[in-house]
């Protein structure tokens, strides 16, 4: 049994079908990248698997549980957290709070008690604020802590996205493009995060359009074009794939060819 | 430096605005001793409690309502109904009103909070219609327009009469509401309500069950509402619909919005605006409303932040 399965995945908008039939399987501390062409459908697979869309078909387990179809916060809970491709970032607090609001499930303290503002909420925030600092210097953030969240730089709030989901101390954790935007040192920090985040047990599953990024980090790659797989395996074997290579270099995949190359 | 990181903790301290409240109640009373003035603050005390729902509901959590005076209107008359129509102890029949307001928010809430902005702005004001509409319609019950009288209020034995008296009792009402509010704003429900302030799909995305909370806010709201129209009625001695009507509940936005949404000393700073102003342009007869809606757009050009929000980040950033 595999941390996360993902069976036969499918949603259509209209009469256009988004995600078509796709399957793969994740284990804990694996990093498993999803690469596709722009509007392959890669987003839209991560809006199904974390429960924002309601899939027409498929099955989502996590560690042998049934979660398909299970409201985002709810899934949460057992384990599944997200970053987004459009960051979803609370730009009015700061930093730390942002991390903060990540950690909110180990939180013990009810609506009465922080209504009175009974001890026990101040050493929770305490509690709180120290595992937001931790997390902010895993990535490397610290130093912003205090700074809004809405002036931070573009790659920083990417990585403040990362220390927010880790918040919810997730098994699996599926990162929507965490290094689009960013610049090479930028990316280079992402990386070793991100290998940092599966030698700790975490299953990683990467939308990711850097494919020297994907290529030297990940454990194995799925390809989706128009909605369906056209490919999985190890990074080198789909990198060699022939059907690969020509949706890449299709009318939708120059971009990426040129990226992947630049 | 010094002098500016001092100054800088203390307007973000989390007491500060009680504080300071505390001090001007003590103040008003020294400088403003007639008994017309000593109403007028326990008015600018009760509108600010009533605000202070709004404080909680669109200052952290962002959710509009246009209905609010309509909870307003339930506490008000459960302490004027209960003892009169069912001899009902005017202090229970305050609190039964507020857990009353809280209920009926409960109801309401759950599906009128799944909509959104403008959407959920209509949905509140026709809440807050609805029970303007009660009010005037059920006159049996209600005396209908022209309201109705409300006996007197005793605190454990003690009958609450005169100026002084209503002046404490509504400065003590707000001070715990001011403290419940700042309580919450610096604990996980705060942070969670300012998170779906700012992105609902990443508030659920870390495990906030975004609908609990806004429900937790719109109820909050609708008890901070109840309790400010049982104190109005009490202390007015006589209520009527008005004081759930949707221009009531206007006021009560704009009371917010001028003193800073989300600042709970700027919604205090607010009601003073919106009730006090009034009292001062009655010598200018028919300009009155020309000249505090007036107002309203001059301190919302240049201070579109609020007045305490501005202000203070005026001061931080003037600081050498
Ligand atoms: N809510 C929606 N309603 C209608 N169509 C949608 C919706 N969400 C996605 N789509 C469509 O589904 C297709 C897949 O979009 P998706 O965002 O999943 O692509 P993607 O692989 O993430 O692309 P990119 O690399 O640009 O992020 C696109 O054609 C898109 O327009
Ligand atoms: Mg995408």
New binding site residues.
């Given amino acids: 049994m595999s941390l996360l399965e993902v069976r036969d995945m499918g949603i259509s908008?209209?009469g256009?079908k988004?995600?078509d039939g796709v399957s793969f399987s994740v284990e804990a501390g694996q990093v498993f990248s999803i690469i596709?062409?722009?509007?392959?459908?890669?987003?839209?697979?991560f809006?199904l698997v974390t429960g924002i869309?309601r899939p027409s078909r498929g099955k989502v387990t996590l560690a042998g549980e049934d979660m398909t179809g299970l409201a985002p916060h709810l899934l949460v809970r057992r384990g599944m957290a997200r970053t987004f491709?459009n960051l979803q970032i609370f730009f009015r607090m700061t930093a730390m709070e942002n991390v903060m609001v990540g950690c909110n499930l180990s939180e013990r303290t009810s609506f009465l008690a922080d209504l009175l503002g009974l001890p026990s909420v101040g050493r929770q925030n305490q509690v709180t604020r120290d595992k937001a600092i931790a997390l902010l210097e895993r990535v490397g953030l610290a130093p912003l802590a205090h700074a809004p969240a809405g002036g931070l730089p573009y790659g920083a709030l990417k990585r403040l996205e990362i220390a927010r989901a880790l918040g919810a101390g997730p098994k699996i954790l599926l990162l929507?493009?965490p290094a689009a935007g960013c610049n090479a040192v930028e990316t280079e920090a992402i990386d070793h995060l991100i290998a940092d985040i599966a030698k700790a047990g975490v299953g990683v599953v990467l939308?990711e359009?850097d494919m020297k990024l994907v290529m030297k980090i990940s454990d194995r790659v799925l390809v989706?074009a128009h909605?369906r797989p056209l490919a999985e395996g190890l990074p080198r074997v789909v990198r060699e794939n022939p059907q690969v290579i020509a949706a890449y270099l299709g009318d939708h995949g120059s971009r990426e060819a040129d990226r992947a190359h630049g | 430096m010094g002098a500016k990181a001092t100054l800088a903790r203390v307007l973000r301290a989390r007491f500060t605005p009680l504080i300071v409240l505390a001090a001007l109640m003590v103040l008003v009373p020294m400088l403003a001793p007639s008994s017309f003035h000593l109403r007028v603050a326990a008015l600018v005390w009760i509108f600010a409690l009533a605000a202070l729902g709004l404080t909680v509901l669109m200052g952290y959590a962002g959710q509009v309502s246009l209905g609010h005076a309509g909870f307003v209107g339930i506490g008000a008359y459960a302490v004027a109904i209960g003892p009169a129509r069912l001899g009902l102890d005017p202090l229970l029949c305050l609190l039964l009103g507020a857990v009353l307001a809280g209920v009926i928010a409960y109801g309401v809430g759950r599906p009128i909070l799944k909509l959104k902005g403008y959407y959920l702005a209509i949905a509140t004001l026709g809440f807050g219609v609805i029970v303007a509409l009660v009010l005037h319609s059920e006159a049996e019950i209600t005396g209908g327009p022209d309201g109705m009288a409300v006996s007197r209020l005793s605190l454990f034995g003690w009958r609450v009469s005169g100026a002084l008296n209503w002046y404490w009792v509504t400065s003590g009402a707000l001070l715990i509401g001011a403290l419940l509010a700042l309580n919450i704003a610096a604990s996980p429900t705060g942070r969670a309500l300012r998170a779906l302030h700012d992105s609902e799909v990443a508030a659920a995305g870390t495990g906030i069950d975004v609908g609990a909370k806004k429900l937790a806010a719109f109820v909050a709201a609708a008890v901070y509402g109840a309790v400010a129209g049982g104190l109005l009625a009490a202390m007015n001695g006589l209520i009527t619909p008005e004081a759930a009507s949707f221009s009531h509940s206007i006021e009560l936005v704009a009371m917010v919005i001028i003193g800073g949404l989300g600042s709970v000393f700027g919604t205090v700073v607010g009601a003073a605006f919106l009730v006090v102003l009034p009292q001062m342009l009655t010598a200018l007869q028919e300009y009155e409303q020309a000249v505090l809606g007036l107002l309203i757009m001059v301190f919302m050009i240049f201070l579109p932040q609020g007045i305490v929000p501005s202000i203070r980040a005026y001061i931080l950033e003037r600081l050498p």
């Fill in positions: 908008f209209g256009l988004a995600v596709g062409p722009n509007g392959a459908g890669k987003t839209t697979l809006n869309y491709q929507d493009e939308i359009h989706l909605g």
